[in-house]
DNA sequence: TGTTAGCACTCGCTGTTGTTGAGTGCTAAC
DNA sequence: GTTAGCACTCAACAACAGCGAGTGCTAACA
């Protein structure tokens, strides 16, 4: 692959990014100057197609790039380390609506999928973090009727999970306070990852020994909120689903309906958004692992905390996609997130 | 208007509601037996058309009933008052969806919000209670970090809120303590509409003088938690808006654009939900304040707890929707959905 | 050997035209 | 008041021609 091909298959790329529509030979060489002519360009294009970089829709069509055509674009892209584009200008912007917002890490994450959005004009989606991720912080549990409580449970970085527990029995105040305080004394900065069946085996036989008192709250505290439900808490933030709309491949509604379908199935965003656990993170068309998305490519990033992993933000669109835009706009939003993040759990 | 008339246009409805397809004169008299022949149901849908009743695509097309049309038929299904369709078979799948889900009013709202979409194949919307007719229960502080607070707000029907608070100065357990034991106490089954901003200054002016401290997290939990946030913290759950795909009047993309912008927007979600406060509510086509969605039906319902309405669920379909059915499916969801949450509150 | 001009060919797209058929309104007879 | 008959309308569909952007191939050129 020498560097006329390369800078071919760039320009057609780009070309095709731009006007949707397949780019030929001639309309390449009036636009671009190669310093050769169409014919040869023709024969560039020719041998790029037999490489596997392009497709042809029709005999008489031009040429659009394929995954395998995309993916070279977008490494190149990548390693060139440049910036692609520039979002620095909207920081401001972007900071203030966040320092607005609830510190609530939920209402940052709808605010920066509706970001996402706004600026790429593109879906977008958030992953609230993964529990498992998280250390615990603080268990409260508040008796609520004779037979309810609420059990709050505070984890860092502002999570905050509450869940409505019915006993069979009738729990004192009393009960509940030793059983809080024993497990907070416990689980004291565990991350939730660690609290597992093993260890509350173990704490269970411990709070009998100590208070001679078991409970069964003390088993739906494992079940229902501290124990492997991380995925079910996981929330997923979506927005600017209608700019799928504006995109021609997605013309054809039954194209879209598959795509629509499947960002209604929230196990489903989970996994396009969890391919892998890169950085930064773009899968493009068939490489992705869910077929209703291989007209699509994802580009996602995760957020942190204080340098711990904690969720993905990304950007969802055809497979021609503003690439350089997309990953510039989603790595800048994950960095700033990260930023406020870790600075308002200080 | 007499009889004949109206058979005519419920044939019309039923038929264009069944087909998508403009309606003859033929057709009718083919399918239905008025005892007349087409000429005559031909003068009687030129009549109805005078009256509004009818509208014709073109001059050589079949009619299709208008909104007033729409209207009329739907007046008529709710005074006949007999069952529109039956869905008790489906009593025991729905509450058993209902009864393994977690006790909390989101999980059941989001499942509802699903049911609704799969037994209807239309785009449905769920609103979680209005916080304002909800009667305090609890309010606890914890406190995270030196500056940070946890609140959490317990109200009845199990809806539990909690929100960070950063105070500009360190707060001590024991005052946190005593605020929100003062609180719980004067507080305790006020509904929030009555909690306002007099209130408050009232509680603020008596918590002084009693403890001789004040202190800045008392405003925080008014302006951010207790206060006026309930239209903040009403949550929107919809599902099935790619069933809007199916429907042949939004195959141009335009159209279903418009709709599905305006489903992302949850302002304008929560004002097409809450038209009026009927117990049951159908906004017909144009009858809908909110232009976007004047090629829309809805049908909602509150729910409530215990007699007191808390909060609406409803389907979104095209004008020519299947009224019949889905009032009743909504009327039947709305029913169990508030019996679940007024037995679970007890 | 690589590059280029020329040329025949392909094929989707667009616009025209004709046909079909479901539907209408009107009129006159029942 | 009802109906049969009839002329008329008009969207939808299919067939067809012309256009034009694009290709691959060949032969000539540097």
Not at 178 to 183: G, V, Y
Not at 280 to 297: F, V
């Amino acid at each position: 692959m020498d560097d006329r091909k390369w800078m071919i298959l760039e320009a057609i790329v780009r070309e095709y990014i731009l006007t949707a529509e397949p780019v030929g030979s001639r309309t390449l060489s009036r636009r671009y100057d190669f310093g050769v002519s169409a014919a040869t360009i023709r024969n560039e294009m020719s041998d790029l197609e037999d490489l596997g970089f392009l497709e042809q829709p029709h005999t008489s069509a031009g040429r659009i790039p394929s995954d395998k055509g995309y993916r070279t674009f977008v490494n190149s892209l990548l390693e060139s380390g440049r910036k692609l584009n520039d979002f620095t200008t909207i920081t401001q912007e972007v900071t203030s609506i966040y320092t607005s917002k609830t510190n609530q890490i939920h209402g940052l994450l709808e605010e920066t999928t509706k970001m996402l959005s706004k600026y790429s004009h593109y879906t977008s989606i958030s992953m609230s973090p993964d529990i498992q991720q998280t250390i615990f912080q603080h268990l409260q549990l508040i008796p609520l009727s004779s037979k309810q409580v609420v059990a709050i449970l505070v984890t860092d970085s502002g999570i905050v999970h509450n869940q409505i527990l019915t006993t069979p029995v009738t729990m004192d105040r009393k009960e509940l306070g030793q059983i809080s305080e024993f497990l907070n004394e416990k689980l004291q900065g565990k991350t939730m990852q660690e609290i597992d069946s093993n260890l509350m085996r173990e704490l269970e036989a411990d709070l009998i020994s100590r208070y001679n008192t078991l409970s069964d709250i003390f088993r739906m505290l494992y079940t229902d909120l501290l124990g492997d439900v991380s995925r079910k808490l996981q929330q997923v933030f979506l927005d600017g689903t209608s700019y799928m709309m504006d995109q021609p491949e997605f013309a054809d509604i039954n194209k879209l309906k598959t795509v629509m379908s499947a960002l209604e199935q929230r196990e489903l965003l989970y996994n396009i958004l969890n391919q892998n656990d890169q950085d930064m993170q773009i899968t493009i068309g068939q490489e992705n692992s869910q077929k209703e998305m291989q007209n699509c490519s994802i580009v996602s990033a995760t957020y942190s905390v204080k340098g711990r992993p904690m969720g993905r933000i990304g950007i969802l669109g055809p497979t021609r996609m503003e690439y350089g835009k997309v990953i510039s706009l989603v790595q800048f939003v994950a960095n700033i997130l990260s930023k406020i993040l870790s600075e308002q759990d200080e």
